[in-house]
Nanobody, 125 residues
Framework: QVQLQESGPGLVKPSQTLSLTCTVS??????????WSWIRQPPGKGLEWIGY???????YYSPSLRSRTSISRDTSKNQFTLQLSSVTPEDTAVYFC?????????????????WGQGTQVTVSS
């Protein structure tokens, strides 16, 4: 059974870089046709898709966050990471990692095959 676990600091200061890691167990992030996404949910708002790294290593970002976002992967650790730079309090959210067979941008948990439990990140001085 594939499981995803997010990890990283729960508190980030404004203007700093938010860094999160998603560790995948029970399956490989290089499994053919699988795409591994980062999604967030600000308080009181809906899910926002941030970007994904494909099984092949290709990466695609949300246009609205592209200038501040970097997604990478470490296949030896079966992990993929998110870095979001120049954060503001508006970046406060629960951040989720998720996996799905097939490319695409999806905005709800049921559309994904695998979904992490989420990690709260607060941006505050």
């Amino acid at each position: 059974q594939v499981q995803l676990q997010e990890s990283g600091p729960g508190l980030v200061k404004p203007s700093q870089t938010l860094s999160l890691t998603c560790t995948v167990s029970g399956g490989s992030i290089t499994t053919n046709t699988y795409y591994w996404s980062w999604i967030r949910q600000p308080p009181g708002k809906g899910l926002e898709w941030i970007g994904y790294v494909a099984y092949s290593g290709s990466i695609y970002y949300s246009p609205s966050l592209r200038s501040r976002t970097s997604i990478s992967r470490d296949t030896s650790k079966n992990q993929f990471t998110l870095q979001l730079s120049s954060v503001t309090p508006e970046d406060t959210a629960v951040y989720f990692c998720a996996g799905k067979r097939g490319a695409g941008i999806y905005y709800s948990q049921p559309e994904y095959d695998y979904w992490g439990q989420g990690t709260q990140v607060t941006v505050s001085s």
